[in-house]
């Protein structure tokens, strides 16, 4: 089976609304968010893509991140699950927003946790 790739703007709001209560200012419409079908990869919930500064270069265009979501996995979790995920990805992209990626050394389940603790805070107090 092929891979299809398809735009997902419920994802891209859901990833908005994260950065703002958790005040990552770096991630803005540059980040794009797309569901796909189709993958055979095991235990992949979510990838982050990044344009390589090469490519950037050759293109003439600033930094770009794509957020993939695997949509067979993604979508059998809970809405917790779902929201941890996104975080997850979105600690991938560093605050230089080069083009480079954040490494799982920065990125972990303590990272994952203490954001999505903070990021359930805000929305309650938020109302």
Known sequence: MTIRYAHAPDIEAQVRRIAAALGLAHIDERVVCMRSTGSRARRTLARCHAL???????LGVPAHYVIEILSEPFDR????????????????????????LKSHRCVNR??????????????????
Do not use: D, N, W
């Open 77 to 100: 979790l809970s809405g917790e699950e779902r929201t941890k995920t996104l975080i997850h990805e979105l600690l991938h992209v560093p605050r230089a927003f080069g083009g480079g």
């Open 110 to 127: 303590r990272a994952v946790q203490k954001l999505y603790e903070v990021y359930v805070r805000r929305l309650r107090e938020r109302g």
């Open 52 to 58: 390589p500064r090469i490519m950037q270069a050759a």
